[in-house]
Each structure stands twice: as structure tokens, then as C-alpha cells.
């Protein structure tokens, strides 16, 4: 790089690039939008959904809005079960700029609140107290920030508690069982035979909100918001028949538990197996792993998932984790276009957090997400919207950074590390 040119934390555009301005206030949505969402995802559901669905309201009996409504992710069905399940009410979803992408003004006009993944953006906070004061409609929030990797709950901010005490609103959790198994987030292309079943639950009064504290109101969201689908699953007989069931299952349990390798995990078919080893492992119809030879060091996938993450854990409380490759990245500074800025390097360390470096038109840029202001990190199976492989985005208030590593299988653990490195930051400042 050269070093005799200053070196920015942003990308300078040509001038007819158009970046989104995501302090935007949302617009109220219109009635004819409520009308047309639920019918929309009625027609949708009873198309694409072979199996059907199911909604349970729980203590909702006289609930009205203004009240915010929380929900686990899992794929984009979630969407549909929500507007038909709170329909004739009006609901403000809090999105990422990607679920703009290409058609901001019908977003907008729906009454989203935009906002970049992982970031701290002051102008959200006016936004949701719009919805919920001046509008006093619903609002929608999606606190694991992303789709569940391996069908249990993710992480929950704080803000979220902080955000209900404030507004004095009531709570609402709707908990979507099925949506993952019929699509994982890493085979969400080919849609599986499994029914659905959405509960949405009143778990706050707005009188229970005044009187506890933040912390309490984190405590009884996070409370409610545990789901794990595998075991849901069993404890309802739901088979899962069809014979490609375990692909992709490889790109979250990226190490092998019989020789400790990591990313040379693959799958075919309804088969898991480690290409250092030869290690073999079944996805039954019940969604429990079985080793076709020898010891089945777990039958649970989630806790495969968990044991691959307490060994990144280790190894950066050991002081033996870092991450460093190129990476093709493609930015997305707008909601219409990803441009594509070149080759860069990337590092990841307890240091210096994520350290995005390369150059844009010969001019060079640095873009640095520190350890305490990322608690998770936005990763992207089979991306869509760009190369359709796997990915990872460091996102700023203006920007959005989509890196495509050289190295194979690692953006699972990068998460991890994110996330680990994030609690190990926490931790310390709370002793």
C-alpha cells in the first residue's frame, strides 16, 4: 500500500453514487399496505408452505398497539407469519439496508426503520420512539440480527430492554417453530415438507414494564425468546425425508470432533463426513446425528455447534487466536448496486477486532471495527444479492463491507470469535 497517501476509513464514490441515508425518520404505513401485506403472505403461505401452518396467540386477548413485537429469525416466511398474525395492526419492521436492496421507496413505504448490521446508530432510537409514541402502531424488531445458524436462539442485546422501559410499551415475543427446519440457513435455497407452528405471546404489561428494571425486562425477554428446533423436532415425531437433508450442515459444524480438523468438513446427501479423517455421520429423518462407525460424539447438532465454539474460547484466552486472508470485497454504500472494490486484506484479532485494508481507484483505505463494538458478526451462507458462496460483512454507519475469503469453511468461527472476543471484553469490564 502507499504509504505516502492518506490512508481513509471510508471509500470515496464517484459522485453519482448514491449512499442511503438511514437516519431517515419511516414513514406511517398507509392501511392499504396492513391490507396488502396480509394478503400477500396469506396467498404466499398456503403456496409454498406443503405442509401448512399454525398461530397461537397467548395473553393477547384486548392487546392493542403501540407495543413492540419480538421475533426469532429464521428465513423469510417469518415475515409472512408476522403480518398475518398482527393483522389489522399496523407494524414498523426494523431492517437491514439489504432487504432494500433494489426496492427502497416500497420498503420505505411499508414503514421499515433502516439500519446496517452490527452498528450503533443513535437516529434508530428516534425512529422506534416514532413508531411507538407518535404512530402508536407495532414495532418490529428482530433482536438476533440475523437467521438462526443452527435453529436455537442467538444473541440478545441490551439494548433491547432499555429500548421497552423507555417507550413504556408492552412486550410481545412470536416464536416461530419449523421455519428452519424447512429451510436452514445454510441450505435455504431448496425448501423441505414441514409443518409450521408460530406462538405470539404477551410476555409484558405495559404497567409490568414501569415497574422492573432494564435488566429484569433483558432477563425475561431472553427468557422467552429460547427456542431449539432440533429438539422441537423430536419431542413432535417431524420427519424429514428428503434425501438431501444434511448438505450444507457442513458449513456450520466446520470441525471434526474424532481428529479436531477444521474446515474440511463436508456433506452429500443425508450424510456429514471429514475429508482429513473419514469419518462418517448420518442426519436422520429425526434430525439427530448418527457416526456410522465408531463413537457418535454428538447426536445433538447444537451441541456440536457449542463445542465448536468453547474451543475458539479457548484459543483466544490462550492467546492463540488470529485471522488473517484476502478477500475479495464488494461494498454496499446505497440500496440499488454492490460495487466491487478489488482484492484486500483482513485480520481479526483480540487486539484490533476486524482490520479491513485495500484500495479503491489507487486510493488506499482502513476500515476497523474494534472488540468492544461488535457483539456478533454478519455472515452470509450461498449469499444471494452477490457471488453466490459464502461471505462475511463488516459494516459503519455509511457503509457495508462484503468480504469473500480465499480461505475455505471459516466464517462460522469468525463469528464465534466475534462474539467470544465481545463477552471476554464484557467480562472484563464488569471485574
Not at 452490527?118 to 414495532?139: M, N
Amino acid at each position: 500500500m502507499n504509504e505516502n497517501k492518506e490512508i481513509k476509513d471510508y471509500i470515496d464514490y464517484p459522485a453519482d453514487v448514491k449512499k442511503y441515508d438511514t437516519s431517515k425518520l419511516p414513514i406511517r404505513q398507509k392501511f392499504f399496505f396492513t391490507v396488502l401485506l396480509n394478503l400477500a403472505s396469506r396467498a404466499a403461505l398456503r403456496l409454498t408452505v406443503k405442509k401448512g401452518y399454525k398461530i397461537e396467540k397467548i395473553n393477547m386477548e384486548g392487546l392493542k398497539p403501540p407495543y413492540l413485537l419480538l421475533s426469532n429469525h429464521m428465513q423469510f416466511t417469518d415475515f409472512l407469519l408476522k403480518y398475518k398474525a398482527t393483522f389489522p395492526h399496523r407494524v414498523h419492521t426494523v431492517a437491514t439496508l439489504e432487504g432494500y436492496y433494489k426496492k427502497p421507496w416500497l420498503v420505505e413505504q411499508i414503514g421499515s426503520i433502516c439500519k446496517r448490521k452490527f452498528t450503533t446508530d443513535i437516529s434508530l432510537i428516534r425512529s422506534c420512539a416514532k413508531v411507538l409514541r407518535e404512530y402508536k402502531d407495532v414495532l418490529c424488531i428482530y433482536p438476533e440480527a440475523r437467521y438462526t445458524p443452527i435453529g436455537t436462539c442467538s444473541e440478545i442485546p441490551e439494548v433491547i430492554g432499555k429500548l421497552a422501559k423507555k417507550n413504556k410499551v408492552p412486550v410481545v415475543v412470536i416464536i416461530h417453530h419449523g421455519n428452519y427446519l424447512r429451510a436452514p440457513f445454510w441450505d435455504f435455497r431448496r425448501k423441505k415438507a414441514v409443518p409450521l407452528y408460530t406462538t405470539v405471546k404477551q410476555i409484558l404489561t405495559a404497567e409490568q414494564v414501569e415497574q422492573m428494571s432494564a435488566d429484569e425486562i433483558n432477563a425475561k425477554i431472553r427468557e422467552e425468546m429460547q427456542y431449539n428446533e432440533y429438539k422441537w423436532q423430536k419431542d413432535n415425531n417431524i420427519r424429514i425425508t428428503e434425501d438431501y437433508r444434511a448438505e450444507g450442515l457442513h458449513k456450520v459444524l466446520y470441525q471434526c470432533p474424532h481428529c479436531m480438523t477444521e474446515s474440511k468438513m463436508n456433506s452429500k446427501g443425508i450424510h456429514l463426513f471429514c475429508e482429513e479423517c473419514g469419518k462418517k455421520w448420518e442426519l436422520t429423518e429425526l434430525g439427530e446425528l448418527k457416526a456410522l462407525e465408531g463413537e457418535t460424539e454428538f447426536a445433538h447438532i447444537p451441541d456440536w455447534f457449542e463445542w465448536e465454539r468453547a474451543n475458539v474460547r479457548k484459543e483466544i484466552e490462550s492467546g492463540s487466536y488470529s485471522f488473517e486472508d484476502d478477500v475479495r470485497v464488494y461494498t454496499l454504500p446505497g440500496a440499488m448496486k454492490y460495487y466491487y472494490m478489488g482484492d484486500a486484506k483482513v485480520r481479526h484479532n483480540p487486539e484490533e477486532g476486524f482490520v479491513l485494508e485495500g484500495s479503491y481507484n489507487g486510493e488506499p483505505y482502513r476500515v476497523q471495527r474494534s472488540v468492544k463494538s461488535l457483539y456478533s458478526l454478519h455472515v452470509e451462507y450461498d449469499y444471494c444479492h452477490i457471488e453466490p458462496i459464502d461471505c462475511f460483512d463488516i459494516s459503519t454507519q455509511h457503509d457495508s463491507f462484503f468480504c469473500y475469503p480465499s480461505k475455505p469453511n471459516v466464517i462460522t468461527k469468525l463469528c464465534f470469535a466475534t462474539e467470544e472476543m465481545f463477552k471476554i471484553a464484557q467480562e472484563k469490564t464488569r471485574a
